[in-house]
């Protein structure tokens, strides 16, 4: 028989020795949550994310996506570099006001976080099998068709905030999620509370208007989706309100109070690297292919390509140019976008000439 409380206890340990700051267990059966998901697939909020209609009800169903599954280990880890000063939102607020200036996603800023979290759920669970002995399991982290929010929240992780991401009383909402699926048997820890109560800031933060309701994103309307998911154009009517915003947006999570509770990673994976912080439009906007590929290597940032890279920068330039007076500057910025005018991309131009039609406006 297993000592249900002491191995728990042990998974929290290793949990916390591995960089993660919160280790639970969550119930297979999501069987509830099977309405929303399938009425927010109907209302198309998953936008060209296709692969999503395909999966089905297979993301609520973790014994379908892997046999045998009996229970599941949720972690989150912490992504908000070490060095991030007190008043960290108000310094993003303040980038986000300067149209030049590039604005990456803080999750972004550093190593792809797919691959810290992938590397470390694996070894949590070998040391769970050392532990228990043969042990059949499968580690996620944003990689399959998972409920991953949902599995946090039944496993007492957070709560769901109205944005639809994980809220936790001591970290807020800075962090990533992960899951391995077990064939063990283990007890649920329990769920808690919510505690956003009459608060809408994440609502009304959102430039585009995502948050179609409390707990409702049309994923159509989101810059995340928009500038790393959505591979073709950007709906026209959406692009001012894109602003500098090139790779993400926190927008959401800035404006959530909880997030001044959001912890710093001990982990250097995510310290911003060099370029990606408060760099200027023009000087990522000047990088060739091989450039791109070479300052992204290891970041998540890689997985949308140069094409789309240039298509997102091209917007910002757009709305940079918009929103300067006439001058040197200004000028700089048009002559950088006519230089791409024959790239070999319909996505580009097509983004470039909306970009240098903002001049005139």
């Known amino acids: 028989m297993i000592d249900q409380s002491r191995l728990l206890s042990q998974l929290q340990t290793w949990g916390q020795q591995l960089g993660f700051s919160q280790i639970g267990v969550a119930p297979v059966d999501l069987s509830s949550a099977e309405p929303g998901l399938l009425a927010w697939l109907a209302a198309g909020f998953q936008g060209s994310m296709t692969y999503m209609a395909r999966h089905g009800l297979k993301r609520a169903r973790p014994q379908t996506l892997v046999p045998g599954t009996l229970s599941v280990i949720t972690a989150r880890m912490d992504y908000l570099p070490s060095g991030t000063p007190e008043g960290w939102q108000a310094i993003e607020w303040a980038r986000l006001a300067q149209p030049q200036t590039a604005q990456v996603s803080l999750y972004a800023r550093g190593r792809d976080y797919h691959k810290v979290l992938r590397q470390r759920l694996e070894k949590l669970a070998q040391q769970l099998q050392a532990q228990v002995g043969p042990l059949g399991y499968r580690v996620f982290t944003d990689s399959a068709p998972v409920l991953e929010v949902e599995l946090a929240q039944r496993s007492g992780l957070g709560w769901r905030g109205k944005h639809t991401l994980l809220l936790n009383r001591d970290g807020g909402s800075m962090f990533f999620l992960g899951e391995i699926y ?5 007890q649920p820890t329990p ?10 800031a994440c609502v009304t933060a959102c430039p585009t208007q995502a948050i179609v309701a409390p707990y409702k994103l049309d994923a159509r309307r989101c810059i995340s989706y928009l500038s790393i998911e959505h591979e073709g154009p950007i ?7 894109m602003g500098n915003r090139i790779y993400g947006c926190d927008d959401c999570q800035l404006a959530c109070p909880w997030n001044k509770y959001a ?3 001990a982990l250097p994976d995510f310290d911003p690297r060099e370029g990606l912080q408060a760099a200027s439009l023009l000087a990522l906007w000047a990088w060739e292919e091989g450039d791109f590929l070479r300052q992204t290597e290891g970041s998540p940032i890689r997985r ?3 094409e789309r890279w ?4 091209a917007v910002a330039l757009g709305n940079a140019l918009r929103n300067m007076g006439e001058g040197p500057a200004r000028e700089q910025v048009r002559q950088a976008l006519a230089r791409r005018a024959q790239h070999p991309s319909a996505l580009v131009r ?5 970009a240098l039609a903002q001049a005139a406006d």
């Open 191 to 200: 769920p808690v509370a919510s505690h956003c109560g009459t608060c809408h």
């Open 182 to 186: 077990v064939d063990l048997p283990l």
């Open 310 to 313: 240039l298509r997102n920068l």
């Open 350 to 354: 097509e983004h470039l000439q909306w």
């Open 263 to 265: 912890q710093r990673s």
């Open 235 to 241: 709906p026209e009517v959406l692009r001012p309100l």
């Open 304 to 306: 949308i390509g140069h």
